[in-house]
């Protein structure tokens, strides 16, 4: 890449003008971010619980203290999501993600000399609010804004990049911690986040298609069209007084904190059923490929059905999942299962994207993902928690998973009585005037 800033914008321009002739730029949106959320990989769950048995043999820490350590942490760091939305608001998405790859490949490298309790518990929130909560934030963010009609689809495209992470990293993780040890592989995660991610951020990345004169899902934006593409949405004020606010925090809440449980424990509790612990890695394999394949189609979805029944069906799949991990006998039951996950999976990346430009608008559309993303970050710092201390306490994790059903259970019928706020329709129908 060039060093000199002019020499990079000329560069951008240049890449802009030949894309932009050619193909809708919300398109080229459309892999960046998919790469952008494939190298949040080192911050996400399904990466991160490799880690927790080297970590317990080499620090002499229990299960349940690691649990502790990344729920407190990926907790404390949640409560810096609403300024960083806000943030997005003000400077938009692309400044914010190369600065936060730079941060995130840095914490990669740090948590390498991870030496006891406190230090894993920070690496855990740095890595957490760095990967999971902040790159996915501003991803989310730049593809709601280039997309309205087609939103849905788009985000699942987006999404792909977390099954393919999910398919390659936790293999390609244990095998590294196998042959070289878990510090070499953390540092060996922070270049490779560098590498793959800086390139596409600085060369193709744009905050929003006003910017560069174009409307969502590639309207050219004349002084006739500008009054039809004024971008609107509610306040995070306006938005925290609605029903619809709450559902859908709830559900994305719910969502989040048993899909992270299975992916933190993932390695363990398929090798309380009988798997071995790179037969265990491989199923995010299966997983990841099942997400990668339903997620376009879970977003096709959102575009055509009602959203309240498809988050209702969403919850019903958690289920699924959290009842069939209990089944498992052998091969051909872990796979069936990692197929359910996968889907699982699909259903909630592509939903934790999808609800807030829909329910509120794009006008203060990071503070409200910001305050949200929180909540949902909040879920996931306690998901792992229960699991940790059912296998520390009785040795065995299928009595607690079966009982976390209960909770899906009861959103899925709360998420039928989701409906628009009807501000946003009157905000969007005095601009449509």
Not at 107 to 136: D, K, P, T
Not at 284 to 293: N, P, S
Request: hydrophobic share 50%; proline share 5%; charged share 10%.
């Amino acid at each position: 890449l060039p060093t000199n800033p002019s020499m990079l914008a000329g560069l951008r321009r240049s890449l802009f003008q030949t894309l932009s002739r050619r193909v809708f730029y919300g398109w080229v949106i459309l892999p960046v971010t998919a790469i952008v959320m494939f190298g949040s990989g080192p911050g996400q769950s399904h990466l991160i619980g490799l880690f927790f048995d080297p970590l317990s043999r080499e620090l002499g820490l229990t299960r349940t203290s690691l649990a502790a350590a990344y729920g407190v942490a990926t907790l404390m760091a949640a409560f810096l999501l609403p300024k960083l939305g806000s943030f997005i608001d003000k400077v938009g998405p692309v400044r914010m993600l190369w600065i936060l790859t730079l941060a995130l490949g840095s914490a990669c490298v740090l948590f390498s000399f991870a030496s006891n309790w406190i230090y894993v518990a920070i690496g855990f929130g740095l890595l957490r609010f760095l990967g999971q909560g902040s790159l996915m934030l501003n991803c989310n963010n730049m593809v709601s804004q280039w997309f309205v009609r087609k939103r849905g689809f788009a985000l699942g495209v987006m999404s792909l990049g977390f099954p393919i992470s999910m398919a390659i990293h936790p293999p390609l993780c244990q095998w590294l911690i196998e042959t070289i040890g878990w510090r070499e592989t953390w540092i060996w995660l922070g270049i490779s986040t560098w590498i793959i991610l800086l390139p596409p951020i600085l060369l193709f990345a744009y905050n929003k298609p006003e910017q560069v004169g174009l409307a969502p899902d590639g309207v050219i934006a004349t002084d006739d069209s500008l009054s039809s593409t004024t971008i609107t949405g509610m306040t995070r004020t306006a938005a925290l007084r609605t029903p619809a606010f709450y559902i859908i925090t709830g559900s994305l809440f719910t969502l989040s904190m048993l899909v992270t449980a299975l992916h933190v424990e993932n390695k363990g509790i398929l090798m309380e059923h009988g798997l071995s612990a790179q037969n265990a890695a491989s199923m995010f394999t299966v997983t990841g490929i099942t997400a990668a394949i339903t997620m376009p189609i879970v977003g096709r979805m959102l575009d055509h059905f009602r959203t309240e029944w498809m988050l209702s069906g969403g919850l019903i799949i958690m289920v699924a999942s959290l009842f069939s991990v209990t089944l498992i006998t052998g091969m051909s039951g872990a796979i069936i299962y990692a197929l359910i996950f996968g889907i699982n999976n699909a259903v909630t990346m592509t939903f934790v994207a999808f609800m807030w430009p829909r329910y509120f608008g794009r006008k203060h559309l990071g503070s409200i993902q910001g305050f949200g993303q929180m909540i949902v970050i909040v879920g996931a710092s306690l998901g792992p928690l229960p699991l940790a201390i059912a296998l520390d306490s009785t040795g065995s994790y299928d009595i607690t998973l079966r009982s976390l059903t209960i909770l899906p259970i009861l959103l899925a019928f709360v998420a039928l009585f989701l409906r628009p706020p009807k501000q946003l329709s009157q905000l969007t129908a005095s601009t449509a005037e």
